[in-house]
Every structure is written in C-alpha cells, then in structure tokens.
C-alpha cells in the first residue's frame, strides 16, 4: 500500500470502469461502422480485433506482473518499510508500546493500518513520536514493553539504545534484493524498561573494614525513604544519574536536610548545606545529576528534594525523572536551540557520532537553527598517524588536544574535510564543534587507524565522556 504512488490500490480499483467504458465506447463505433463491412470482411476484422487485444493483454501483463513486479525499485516506490512497521505495530499493539521516528510516526499509511475503532487519529494511544537526543532515555511506563521503530540510517540511534538497553533484541525488515535494513526494530521488556529508572546510591562507611554498598533506588531523595538506610552510620551517601526536565519552562528545586548535602547538576554546584532553593528554567531534557551527603550520623537522616513545576505544582521529584547514570564510553553532547552555543542546552552522552537527521523539522535534535558541542577523550592504543575526516551539513570543526585540527565551518550541504595527525599512545582531549542553519542536517566523526585502509566512524568504546 501506498497513498502517493500513481499505482496505489486506490488507482487499480478504478481499472474495472475504465475497462467497461472502453468496451462501451468500442461497442457504439462497431455498431457505427458495421454496415461499411461485407460479411466477408467481419471475419477479418474480427480477428484483427482479437489479436490487437491479446497483444494489448499480454503486454500490460508482462509489464505489471513480470517486469515491473520483478524490478526492486518498483517495489520500494510501494514503500515497503512502512506496511511492515504498519503491520508489525496493528499486530502487537496490545503487547507493547511503539516509539516511531518521524518517517514512520507521520505517515498517513502507519496510522491507517494500525488503526482501531475508538483510535484518535491524530494521537495514537499506543505510538508516539522517538525524537533524539531527548528521546533517551526513554520516559515510557515501566508497565509495558517497548519497541523503538527508526530507520536504517540513524546509526547513532542504534548504538545508543544498545548502550541504554543492552538486553533489548533488535531486528530489521531488508530490502528483499540487496538485504540492506529498510526500518529497524529494538524491542525492551517492562523490566528492562524499570531496570534504567532511579539513581545509583553508594554507601561508603566511615569503619575501613566495611565495604561500601551500592544500590539502584527508585525513589531517592523523597524524604523518609521506604529502602532502610544498608549500614550504620556514620556513613556517606551519595546518590548519581540523570535528571530528566519533562518540559519547558521554571522548575525550582527546594532542598530540605536533616544533614549537610551538596547537590550538583550538570557539573556544577547548585545547592549546598541542609536547606535551599535553586531555578532552572526552559532546559528540558536530560541532565547530570549528583547528590552527596559527606557525613550522616543519623540512621533516621532525612533528605526531601521536591519541585515547583511551571504550571505551580508542588510535589517530591516523581521516580520518572531519575535514570541510571549515563554509559561509559561516548562523548558528552551539549544541544542548542540557536547556531551561537548559547543559553541552557540539552545534555546527553552520544556513543559516536553518526547522525544523519534528514530536513524535516520534526526530526531536527531541537526546533529550528541549533549547535552542539561534544566534549570527551579518545583513547590511542598504538603510537602513529592518525587521519580524521567530518563530514557534516552545515558546518563542523574538530579539536584534538584543544588545538583546531579540521575546520570544515560555513553553510554548506554535505561536505567531508579530513586531516593527518601524529599522536601518542595514551587519551588524548577530543571536542567537535558542529551548526546546522536551516534545510538537511547531518554530521559523522571518522578516522583512519595505522591498521587500516579506509576511514570508519570512531567507534564508541575508544570514546570517553570526560568533561
């Protein structure tokens, strides 16, 4: 099925009556021009008729149903990849819950084949638009599975979630002649889902012979903890991960201790001592987040950090803002909304840099013009020459050891810039600089190892997230 193609199905429903017409039409021109015939002539043209029409038959049923139905590219203009996704979602809707990149989220064939009576076509119960580099981690209810639908060009998107998700199972739908993926899947349980929730608490007691805890918790920092403090004091508690701002807008903290706690988001002290309140304002999406009480004495020690939303809502931080802390190999992605690098952006580790986020706006990182900033070390292994490349639309810049080694700014579509450098073994401080201005937006990171013969992108596990 398709809804734009001159050969969708509602085309060929129409192919009946243009018959019956064309038969009606040559029924009153024979009927006109039989008498100009002598019987012994009818025969004759009879037959002319008839191998005219098997002719015209057997053509167009050798173009449709040998050639063209053979011919791989006929097939893809029927959009194959999105009847798949589709299908796949009428048929498990009941069991999990679909995040869609924009391709599959806006297309009107998606909506129609997973439709259900008492659906609202313009927001699907069960589906729901996967937008990176806010998308992860995912702010799904931990009560159903997951299923993550993108296409096969958003590599990053892959190798980001199997860093989040490492137990999820991906699967893809292939070009049925060249096998390349068409749209991929990446399926996570509800309790893989639940597994990213809360934050990592470490437990270090102040008796050297005890060793520290440490746990995940759901509900941290919510004032009289329902998880029983795992040692005696005196203790230090220390609580990291993610903080997730839901939406724009102000949003102030309030700290309330029984005990001394430094509270740092985003690497930067913001609230310190037993009592506080701190705004932040119009930064959604994902942050660090680092909690530490240096000394607690009390076993019954209480610690509450609760939120004023915008709308005026005062609550204790929901267990749906706090997820595990992010993975260990990547860059730190700092995300603008504007082409200057400036204001509150959007933190977020990204595993490599691979991203090729087409010219819709709907899957632009954030809404119109926007800079990131990726700051982090990579780690040599073998002392030589190195040659890098980026190949970006608009403009990049790569920074190694905070020297400017690849200058490939301006407004431009894709263009690829690439650089020799000798370096040591050992980590070395990376940083790339990238701005999109308008139209299609793209960028990837690649070098060319000692070893090899041809450029590849830099992959994650030599990618260190130091700030």
Known sequence: MTYENPHALRTIGNIPAVYLLVVLLLDRLWSQAKPLFASRWRAVAFAGVGVLAAFILGFNFYTYFVRQAGDPNVWRIFEPDVNDVGYRMAAQRDQADFYVSAKFYYSPIVRFLSYCPGDKMDAPPFYHLFEEPSALPLRASAARAVTIVYSHRDLGTAQALKTYYPDGQASHFDDRKTGTPLAEYYAISAPQVSASRGLLATYTSFDKNMPSITRRESTPLSGASSEPTPMPPPFRAEWNGLFVLPTSGAYTLDLRSSVPVTLTIDDRVRLQGAAGKWTIQDAPGVHTF?????????ADAQISLTWTTPDGLIENIPASAFFAPPPAHGLVGYYYHNDAWNGIPERRVDPSLEFNWGDFASQSPTPGAFTVEWRGEIEIAQAGNYLFSTASDDGSWLYVDDKLLIDNGGKHMVRQADQGITLA??????????????????IKLMWKIPSADALQIVPSDVLYPVE
């Open 425 to 442: 073994a050992g980590r070395h401080k990376l940083r790339v600089r990238y701005v999109n201005f308008d139209g299609d937006k793209s």
């Open 290 to 298: 680092h909690a530490d009480a240096a000394r607690v004495d009390q």
